[in-house]
């Protein structure tokens, strides 16, 4: 018989019990009945035992995992911040808060890491999707051989759930087609309910169930929110699974889009906030230092790092701005506080049900540190920024749509200074992973029936690869050696239960490595030695690797404030040395800060589903923008074979692509066909058809003559029906490389936001048939070559 582990005392290692099956290799393999087999079932020797479901060892808890999205360190209330986090503190409260938890610096890959409990190169998650390259540490491809938790878990008997953000799809697998082999649903998890991409509009998200477009219930205008809504999912499923299966654990990995950008929120959250931060966000972060040192997260001797030069003084921004950075602060404040309410909702349940004090939950408040992509000055439609179009939004501008921040006419991010100071008391950002301020993040241990512990502080080094080893541990689960056939690599990461009851257990991840484009660190026994390579919200050219300045922290500088490198070359040396071997031990080599090339797939090497100049698309399709054929800076026409009822005027979307924040759509009103081009949501376009659309089988057409001469430039638009000209409009300008982070092209209706103001959410979709949709790109007659740099930023918009 085999043994597995069992919990023997509350945080303490578990103890082998004796089973009758082994769990090294998953699937479980079928144990054969040998015996005698009777002729018929009614004679008395006719003995076959009982069908036994899987389960995972006596006692083993149910898991859940909030992972929330663009936190920094010094952002929560639990761990000094100004935004009101109470069932963060309600669960340290009664639970444990590490100090020193760390993440990669960016979504995708610490979301992987997490998953599969190997460093994000091992698992080709050396970045965001978006920029995959055919390098194994950058593929975006999950070796076969390093199968993720909620696979393992699965296997061994828990129910496994999703819900909120998967940012680990392969960019051309992001199909309605898939493959699926890494969407949730491939990757152990038996229901997913969320969004797959890097970011969600909070009013208009697009929804998967399993593999499947949904769309939300309800629209802004009757209370729909993403927030709300992934959070009565989970407490739906959680009863649901506990009815049905009371004697099964869970593994619920809940995920929001929250509070990455865009930030929205309604005002009941945000005006909670009114005046609170107008002091600016150098005092903000005194005042967070301050509040850290009370607490007890940072010791009393840290000191707080200089802001960076990079980032203006508070007191250098014009007084006509300040309101409205003033309001952005105010907007994420409540939105984070929203967030913490409804995994509160998802607590409270599981109170309700009696299942509290047997769930292990990792509450991890942030993937990364803050996010500094919202520009020096912040932005109202985050999508110009990310065109390299910022310059349209002026001072007088924003200051004309403060009253829209957060709500669904906006898509707005924060200015670069509150993100720094929502890192405090680090320097640097999400993306800078060479720096805590870029990879520290909060980290909240909750488990009554497991800690004794109630209300402390941990200080151990630990970093997010070691969830996955942790719950193993916990649940009394082995590392399998095969997993769906193919043999299994080690988890990289360690145990963190050894401190659950003791706060002065040895320190057992003494080494990490950390990269992200360039920016790179290696952490061993308290030492860290860093080196920035690019700043997140700039686009100057990086120098070349060998000529990064190397900084070098002792043990007890814990927010790398003191440089000490010119007194210590020696150490510094032998870190750098240490960096490259852990390096290349984990697919990290060779490092790779290249932008526009990574973001074109034929030169970083990876699949790409549009080829040639047309596409054809038919009734009922929505896919990602990455999917459809690209109409930006040249001619183009859509074409569509319509078939109109009898006495019925035609109405509604024939075809559409992004939506309020940008985005064109040909659709029928009154009958008549029409044209609208969404400029970011500032301007609209409009052509429109002198006539109806007859009744019965018709072409009708969408011609653009761009005007050349660059990017983002105007051009005149005819319409056609059965290639005869029935109107004419003129667009001034256009978006040069993307509409939307979340928005889809949709085909017979407009999911998500409208893109024309003549149609709302709901209701929208066409009145007759669609046959197909046929887009056809023009030849290229002018210099439409995108700069670098902005399609760089335009990758950055989505992790």
């Given at each position: 018989m085999k043994k597995s582990k069992s919990s023997k005392a509350p945080g303490k290692k578990q103890e082998p019990v004796a089973e009758e099956f082994s769990r090294d290799i998953l699937p479980i393999p079928d144990k054969h009945f040998v015996g005698l087999t009777t002729y018929d079932a009614k004679d008395p020797n006719t003995k076959y035992p009982p069908i036994k479901e899987i389960r995972p060892p006596k006692d083993a808890p149910n898991v859940l995992i909030f992972l929330i999205d663009d936190v920094g360190f010094g952002a929560s209330s639990a761990f000094g911040g100004p935004c009101n986090t109470p069932t963060a503190e309600k669960l340290a409260a009664n639970g444990l808060k590490y100090t020193r938890f760390h993440t990669t610096a960016l979504c995708s890959p610490t979301r992987a890491a997490m998953l599969s409990g190997r460093n994000h190169h091992s698992v080709g998650m050396g970045a965001i999707t978006e920029m995959a390259t055919s390098a194994p540490g950058n593929s975006s491809l999950r070796p076969k051989s390093k199968a993720p938790v909620a696979e393992i878990l699965k296997l061994n008997g828990y129910s496994t759930a999703q819900f909120g953000k998967c940012h680990e799809v392969p960019v051309w697998q992001v199909t309605p087609m898939g493959p699926f082999d890494q969407w949730p649903t491939g990757s152990g998890f038996e229901y997913f309910y969320g969004f797959v991409g890097g970011e969600a509009n909070q009013y208009y998200p697009?929804?998967?169930?399993?593999?499947?477009p949904i769309e939300p219930e309800k629209s802004p205008e009757e209370g729909y929110n993403l927030n709300d809504d992934l959070s009565d999912r989970v407490c739906n499923y959680i009863r649901q699974q506990k009815s049905l299966m009371p004697d099964k654990p869970f593994f619920v990995y809940y995920a929001p889009g929250a509070t990455h950008a865009p930030h929205q929120v309604s005002k009941e959250w945000s005006d909670k906030y009114k005046g609170k931060f107008d002091k600016g966000w150098d005092k903000l972060r005194e005042e967070i230092f301050a509040r850290q040192k009370k607490l007890g997260v940072i010791p009393k001797n840290a000191k707080l790092t200089e802001r960076n030069k990079e980032i203006p003084a508070w007191d250098d921004i014009s007084d006509d701005l300040k309101p409205v950075l003033s309001r952005q602060m105010e907007i994420y404040a409540g939105f984070l506080e929203q967030t913490d309410h409804c995994m509160g909702r998802v607590v409270n349940t599981l109170k309700d049900i009696g299942e509290l004090n047997n769930t292990l939950i990792f509450f991890i408040i942030g993937d990364n540190g803050a996010s500094a992509e919202g520009t020096l000055q912040g932005c109202f439609n985050e999508m110009t920024t990310l065109n390299g179009m910022s310059g349209i939004e002026t001072t007088e501008f924003l200051k004309s749509k403060i009253d829209d921040f957060g709500t669904p006419r906006a898509y707005n991010h924060y200015a670069v200074g509150w993100a720094h100071a929502l890192c405090t008391p680090y320097q640097w950002t999400k993306q800078v992973a060479s720096h805590w301020g870029g990879t520290r993040n909060g980290l909240i241990v909750y488990w009554p029936k497991g800690i004794k512990a109630k209300g402390e502080i941990r200080n151990q080094f630990h970093h997010v690869i070691d969830v996955a080893k942790t719950i193993l541990d916990v649940?009394?689960?082995?590392?399998?050696?095969?997993?769906?056939s193919s043999q299994q690599a080690p988890l990289e990461g360690v145990t963190m239960a050894d401190s659950f009851d003791n706060a002065a257990a040895p320190e057992t991840h003494n080494v990490q490595y950390f990269e992200m484009f360039g920016n790179r660190g290696i952490y061993h026994n308290g030492w860290t030695a860093v080196t920035k390579h690019r700043t997140p919200w700039t686009a100057d050219a990086v120098p070349p690797f060998d000529e990064d300045v190397w900084e070098l922290y002792g043990p007890d500088d814990w927010t790398q404030s003191n440089n000490i490198a010119k007194e210590n070359p020696g150490k510094l040396a032998e870190l750098q040395r240490l960096w490259v071997i852990e390096a290349t031990k984990y697919n990290c080599i060779p490092l790779d800060d290249r932008s526009y090339e990574r973001i074109n797939p034929d030169l970083a090497g990876r699949p790409q589903l549009v080829k040639g100049n047309s596409q054809i698309l038919f009734k009922g399709m929505r896919i990602a923008e990455g999917a459809v054929l690209a109409l930006k800076n040249k001619s183009h026409s859509v074409t569509a074979e319509v078939v109109v009822p009898k006495g019925v005027a035609a109405n509604g979307v024939i075809v559409t692509q992004g939506g309020e924040v940008g985005g064109w759509t040909l659709y029928a009103k009154d009958g008549k066909l029409k044209y609208c081009y969404n400029f970011f949501g500032i301007n609209h376009y409009f052509a429109e058809a002198d006539k109806p659309i007859p009744a019965g089988k018709h072409q009708v057409r969408m011609e653009f003559k761009y005007d050349g001469g660059g990017l983002a430039k105007g051009g005149n638009v005819t319409l056609y029906y059965d290639g005869k000209a029935v109107g004419k409009g003129r667009v001034e300008q256009t978006i040069p490389m993307g509409f939307s982070a979340d928005e889809a092209c949709d085909v017979g209706n407009d999911?998500?936001?409208?893109?024309?103001?003549?149609?709302?959410?709901?209701?929208?979709?066409?009145?007759?048939?669609?046959?197909?949709?046929?887009?056809?790109?023009?030849?290229?007659?002018?210099?439409?070559l995108i700069d670098p740099k902005d399609k760089f930023k335009m990758a950055m918009a989505k992790q």
């Amino acid at each position: 018989m085999k043994k597995s582990k069992s919990s023997k005392a509350p945080g303490k290692k578990q103890e082998p019990v004796a089973e009758e099956f082994s769990r090294d290799i998953l699937p479980i393999p079928d144990k054969h009945f040998v015996g005698l087999t009777t002729y018929d079932a009614k004679d008395p020797n006719t003995k076959y035992p009982p069908i036994k479901e899987i389960r995972p060892p006596k006692d083993a808890p149910n898991v859940l995992i909030f992972l929330i999205d663009d936190v920094g360190f010094g952002a929560s209330s639990a761990f000094g911040g100004p935004c009101n986090t109470p069932t963060a503190e309600k669960l340290a409260a009664n639970g444990l808060k590490y100090t020193r938890f760390h993440t990669t610096a960016l979504c995708s890959p610490t979301r992987a890491a997490m998953l599969s409990g190997r460093n994000h190169h091992s698992v080709g998650m050396g970045a965001i999707t978006e920029m995959a390259t055919s390098a194994p540490g950058n593929s975006s491809l999950r070796p076969k051989s390093k199968a993720p938790v909620a696979e393992i878990l699965k296997l061994n008997g828990y129910s496994t759930a999703q819900f909120g953000k998967c940012h680990e799809v392969p960019v051309w697998q992001v199909t309605p087609m898939g493959p699926f082999d890494q969407w949730p649903t491939g990757s152990g998890f038996e229901y997913f309910y969320g969004f797959v991409g890097g970011e969600a509009n909070q009013y208009y998200p697009g929804l998967y169930l399993g593999t499947s477009p949904i769309e939300p219930e309800k629209s802004p205008e009757e209370g729909y929110n993403l927030n709300d809504d992934l959070s009565d999912r989970v407490c739906n499923y959680i009863r649901q699974q506990k009815s049905l299966m009371p004697d099964k654990p869970f593994f619920v990995y809940y995920a929001p889009g929250a509070t990455h950008a865009p930030h929205q929120v309604s005002k009941e959250w945000s005006d909670k906030y009114k005046g609170k931060f107008d002091k600016g966000w150098d005092k903000l972060r005194e005042e967070i230092f301050a509040r850290q040192k009370k607490l007890g997260v940072i010791p009393k001797n840290a000191k707080l790092t200089e802001r960076n030069k990079e980032i203006p003084a508070w007191d250098d921004i014009s007084d006509d701005l300040k309101p409205v950075l003033s309001r952005q602060m105010e907007i994420y404040a409540g939105f984070l506080e929203q967030t913490d309410h409804c995994m509160g909702r998802v607590v409270n349940t599981l109170k309700d049900i009696g299942e509290l004090n047997n769930t292990l939950i990792f509450f991890i408040i942030g993937d990364n540190g803050a996010s500094a992509e919202g520009t020096l000055q912040g932005c109202f439609n985050e999508m110009t920024t990310l065109n390299g179009m910022s310059g349209i939004e002026t001072t007088e501008f924003l200051k004309s749509k403060i009253d829209d921040f957060g709500t669904p006419r906006a898509y707005n991010h924060y200015a670069v200074g509150w993100a720094h100071a929502l890192c405090t008391p680090y320097q640097w950002t999400k993306q800078v992973a060479s720096h805590w301020g870029g990879t520290r993040n909060g980290l909240i241990v909750y488990w009554p029936k497991g800690i004794k512990a109630k209300g402390e502080i941990r200080n151990q080094f630990h970093h997010v690869i070691d969830v996955a080893k942790t719950i193993l541990d916990v649940t009394g689960l082995p590392e399998p050696a095969i997993v769906n056939s193919s043999q299994q690599a080690p988890l990289e990461g360690v145990t963190m239960a050894d401190s659950f009851d003791n706060a002065a257990a040895p320190e057992t991840h003494n080494v990490q490595y950390f990269e992200m484009f360039g920016n790179r660190g290696i952490y061993h026994n308290g030492w860290t030695a860093v080196t920035k390579h690019r700043t997140p919200w700039t686009a100057d050219a990086v120098p070349p690797f060998d000529e990064d300045v190397w900084e070098l922290y002792g043990p007890d500088d814990w927010t790398q404030s003191n440089n000490i490198a010119k007194e210590n070359p020696g150490k510094l040396a032998e870190l750098q040395r240490l960096w490259v071997i852990e390096a290349t031990k984990y697919n990290c080599i060779p490092l790779d800060d290249r932008s526009y090339e990574r973001i074109n797939p034929d030169l970083a090497g990876r699949p790409q589903l549009v080829k040639g100049n047309s596409q054809i698309l038919f009734k009922g399709m929505r896919i990602a923008e990455g999917a459809v054929l690209a109409l930006k800076n040249k001619s183009h026409s859509v074409t569509a074979e319509v078939v109109v009822p009898k006495g019925v005027a035609a109405n509604g979307v024939i075809v559409t692509q992004g939506g309020e924040v940008g985005g064109w759509t040909l659709y029928a009103k009154d009958g008549k066909l029409k044209y609208c081009y969404n400029f970011f949501g500032i301007n609209h376009y409009f052509a429109e058809a002198d006539k109806p659309i007859p009744a019965g089988k018709h072409q009708v057409r969408m011609e653009f003559k761009y005007d050349g001469g660059g990017l983002a430039k105007g051009g005149n638009v005819t319409l056609y029906y059965d290639g005869k000209a029935v109107g004419k409009g003129r667009v001034e300008q256009t978006i040069p490389m993307g509409f939307s982070a979340d928005e889809a092209c949709d085909v017979g209706n407009d999911t998500g936001s409208p893109a024309s103001p003549d149609y709302g959410p709901k209701g929208n979709s066409f009145t007759g048939d669609i046959n197909w949709v046929r887009l056809d790109a023009g030849a290229d007659d002018h210099n439409h070559l995108i700069d670098p740099k902005d399609k760089f930023k335009m990758a950055m918009a989505k992790q």
